[in-house]
């Protein structure tokens, strides 16, 4: 991991820590963020079909956990762009409540 997915990762947990406030994330406002940051890239819609590369959000839905989804928010690999610099622990929380309300039962 770089120094400055490192360093993006302790400030996200300690924001998240010290607010001790609870946050409700919100999967619509997730879309908009997937519609305005990932859509370039990804297939972000409900029911599209899976690919890996990269990975539809349908697809990251059912083979990722929500942490694991966070994690590759938080810290992307190097073809994803800086988004992570850009967005807000909320911003992430809601990306996350999106992708996984995709998971088809």
């Not at 959000?57 to 929500?66: D, G």
Request: glycine letters at 4%.
């Amino acid at each position: 991991m770089g120094t400055k997915c490192f360093i993006s990762l302790i400030v996200l947990a300690s924001s998240l820590a010290i607010s001790g406030v609870a946050y409700a994330a919100d999967a619509a406002v997730g879309r908009k963020l997937a519609e305005q940051w990932c859509a370039r890239c990804h297939n972000i819609e409900k029911g599209a079909p899976f690919k890996l590369r990269p990975p539809s959000f349908a697809s990251i839905a059912v083979y990722r956990l929500p942490d694991d989804i966070r994690s590759m928010i938080i810290a992307p690999h190097l073809a994803m762009p800086d988004i992570q610099w850009t967005l807000q622990a909320n911003d992430v929380d809601n990306l996350v409540a999106y992708i996984t309300s995709l998971e088809t039962k």
